[in-house]
């Protein structure tokens, strides 16, 4: 059966094959021969057909066919055979209910794991590639990015540390049955007062969740103010169907956000 341990399954395997012998026991005339090469008229076939009919379940059905006597009557064994069918036909819906409860099961501990991932990261402290550049001195309030209609929400919040700026994206996917991948913001940066030391992309983003993804600038020291702007935009990974037969493929994608805006005096 389906989530039998294996001892479980070796004694019920055990059990088939103590029934199927004493049927074939049933089936001996005079310690003679037994199984096909018995005839139907040779035995006493009413213990044989009273232990089918009562343990049915319990044995083989292919070995019990191959143990009974060739000629013997289908009459006299279509009680038999029927509630074998019925029985089996019990295990394919038990085995297809089972089948459907495991993938129910999987996919919810897919996502709350995918949850558990998303959570942790929207936690600046609790991201381990930020850890070297805590702590933080102070942070701004959250900036929104995102366009109107856009199919994310995106803002983001400067954590100014001793020599680097820490932006964390906050992401929010609005699309409908999109599973997002992979998500990040890139920088273009064309000025020396920042340089690019890492980029921390979130994994996936299910539809209608929110999460971070972070971008490291490091800072060097200026003679005054010096305000800087960048263009952006959110990358990100879907998985889709060209048809209904077809396998899903990945497509990268990506949505212009708003500039934004640094000054070596934050």
């Not at 919810?108 to 794991?113: F, G």
Request: aromatic share 6%; with cysteine; glycine share 4%.
């Amino acid at each position: 059966g389906v989530g039998l341990a294996p001892m479980e399954r070796e004694r019920r395997e055990a059990d088939k094959d103590v029934y199927l012998h004493l049927l074939m026991v049933y089936l001996r005339k005079d310690g003679g021969a037994k199984g096909p090469g018995v005839r139907a008229g040779d035995c006493d076939l009413s213990p044989a057909l009273s232990l089918l009919s009562n343990h049915f379940a319990c044995m083989d059905p292919v070995k019990v066919m191959e143990v009974l006597p060739q000629d013997i009557p289908v009459v006299q064994i279509q009680s038999y055979l029927g509630k074998v069918m019925r029985h089996l036909d019990s295990q394919r819906r038990s085995m297809q209910i089972s089948h459907q409860l495991l993938k129910v099961h999987y996919a919810n501990l897919s996502y709350r794991e995918t949850q558990l991932k998303i959570d942790q990261q929207s936690d600046i402290a609790k991201v381990p590639a930020l850890s070297k550049h805590m702590p933080v001195k102070r942070r701004s309030e959250p900036i929104d990015l995102s366009e109107h209609e856009s199919e994310c929400d995106v803002h983001y919040i400067r954590h100014i540390c001793d020599s680097h700026v820490v932006l964390q994206f906050v992401v929010k996917n609005r699309v409908e049955g999109q599973r997002m991948e992979d998500v990040r913001v890139k920088l273009f940066i064309d000025n020396d007062s920042y340089e690019l030391v890492d980029e921390i992309p979130l994994q996936a983003l299910p539809y209608n969740s929110t999460g971070s993804c972070y971008v490291v600038l490091k800072t060097f020291q200026t003679v005054g103010t010096i305000s800087t702007s960048f263009s952006c935009e959110l990358q990100f990974e879907t998985l889709r169907k060209e048809s209904m037969m077809g396998a899903p493929r990945i497509y990268s994608d990506s949505v212009t956000l708003s500039n934004i805006e640094l000054s070596t005096s934050d």
